[in-house]
């Protein structure tokens, strides 16, 4: 996959996700089985904001070559994986609950896409 390809799924994917945090908080959470104290729906904006930053920023270098680009693969990469090893964690060890474990498949599936991208980086 070309890794300007791979930097365009990923920006959309959080920019839309990341909408959805900062727009709709409670449903987003409470779709993953989480309550909505006046806290989480703080968070859960923060967070969409950051996604969306992260989107646009993954849009607007999709076309960096070299060791920028190879930068923002790794970048991405370590997000999804360290979003799916504390998420898993957070899951097994009854923090989060079990409904919360497809939101574990997206990481996967960006991270699949952005690792096929490194591979022609």
């Known amino acids: ?3 300007s390809l791979a930097l365009s799924i990923a920006a959309v994917l959080a920019i839309l996700f990341g909408l959805s945090l900062a727009l709709l ?3 987003m959470l409470t779709g993953f089985g989480l309550r909505t104290p006046d806290e989480a729906l703080v968070v859960s904006r923060d967070v969409g904001v950051t996604l969306i930053g992260l989107g646009i920023i993954n849009w607007l ?3 960096a ?3 920028p680009l190879r930068g923002l693969l ?3 990469i ?3 994986v360290a979003e799916f090893v504390v998420n898993g964690w957070e899951i ?3 923090i989060l609950p079990a409904a919360a474990a497809g939101g574990l498949v997206i ?3 960006v991270a699949v896409v952005l690792i096929l991208g490194l591979r022609q980086a």
């Open 61 to 63: 270098a999709r076309d």
């Open 1 to 3: 996959m070309r890794p």
């Open 65 to 67: 070559t070299g060791a």
């Open 107 to 109: 990481h996967v599936v």
């Open 25 to 27: 908080p409670a449903q």
């Open 78 to 80: 370590f997000i999804q």
């Open 74 to 76: 790794w970048g991405n």
């Open 92 to 94: 097994v060890a009854g």
